[in-house]
């Protein structure tokens, strides 16, 4: 009878006692070991590791920072990566591993079903075959994959079926071992193996039971000590057994994490919460919007045709004085507008023509006795600013008229139209 999966568990966790669980697994490790020994933990934290101390990754989700694997193998720590589809890659490549999909249709099989391959030992080169399969006959796998190495031991390997000439009989390793200067490695491409259904098969649980004494025993099968820590799917890394500044190694792990994070939204794209995320946001952004629009009040404004029209919409003298008193008209604009009252004044005044300049109507006015000499000498003067006043608006300069100046205007045409205003009436 199969033991139906858990709810609400992983595939792969410990405490998991239905088919896709490990606790087979674990308790496998404790009878040979002993409960104290074997440690199945949520997080790895390289500074309470010793170099007797033996690592179980499981299906990593989390990355494993490969250098602190280095350092840990070098002084005689042993690493085993159980991994088909997780992120043992990374670990894996810096000891130059690379995942090979296995046959597609391999020499031996169980239930009809190609996925379910059996992998069997290779023999080493003295015609025996590695320590953690001397009592296997054959591993049934599930979904596994394969890999590429240049150097490290095949332990199994899946053989491909013999199709003829078109389709010849290829071997791919599916567990590997090395040593890592004081340590081990261990790689199998098939975490499903050591799932309690697969431990029904007596070839899986004799390697599973292989595996656990190759990271535990010394050379020659001698006591080492040591613990066994079991980490599955996601876990958390923790300082730095290699002694670097934990600053540091948190920075990089949050980079590769980031990184590793980009590189899988662009062979996978999104998961299908972050679909549901980002419409869920702009389904409420949009919402607020509408309500935002819908409920906003306007202040009320008066028809076009019964607003007041401005002074400087109008015409006429209330108008044009609106235009000429604005703050954003050019002091040039006051001046020609008393040199045009002047003009027209003395014209109509003295019966001369108002094409003529202001200059001879200033002079005839003073031959005339309408204005006296000092009071020609002071229009005259006003006449200059007028007409520099006029060249500027012609040319389009900079307004040089300062406020002073249409002031000083201002009063002598004032002076001017007064004096006009006293002449007695001609006979």
Known sequence: MVALASPGLAAFEVEDTGWEGLSG???L???????DRVIASKA????????????????????????????FMRVGGRVAVLDDHGNGDRLLK?????????????ERFVRQNHALAVASPVAEANGGVHPTVVDVPAVVLNHGTGFAHPELTTV??????????????????????????RGRLFAVGDPSAFMNLMLRFPGNQAFATGVVRYLTEGEGGARRGGRLIVLVNDFEELNSFAGEAPLRKNLERSLHTLTAGLEDLRDHGFPWWLHTLVAATCGLVLLTWSLRASMRLYAPRLPRFARTVPLAAQGGVAGRLAVLASPGAAPELAMLELRTSLVESLSLSLGEPETTSLGMLLEAAARRRAIDGKLLARGLEADKLM??????????????????DVTGAAEVVGAILDALAARPPPP
């Open 156 to 181: 199994l390997e899946v053989r491909g079926a013999d199709g003829g000439a078109s389709s010849p009989v290829t071997s791919v390793p599916v567990a590997i071992a090395g040593q890592v200067e």
């Open 25 to 27: 697994f674990v308790e």
């Open 94 to 106: 810096s000891f130059k591993v690379e995942r090979r999909p296995l046959p597609e249709v391999p």
């Open 29 to 35: 490790a404790r009878s040979e070991l002993g409960a």
């Open 387 to 404: 007409r520099r006043a006029e060249a500027t608006l012609v040319d389009g300069r900079r307004s040089t008229t300062s406020r002073r």
């Open 44 to 71: 790895l934290d390289w500074r309470q590791l010793t170099p007797t101390d033996s690592l179980l990754l499981v299906h990593p989700t989390a990355l494993v920072d490969p250098d602190e694997a280095a350092a």
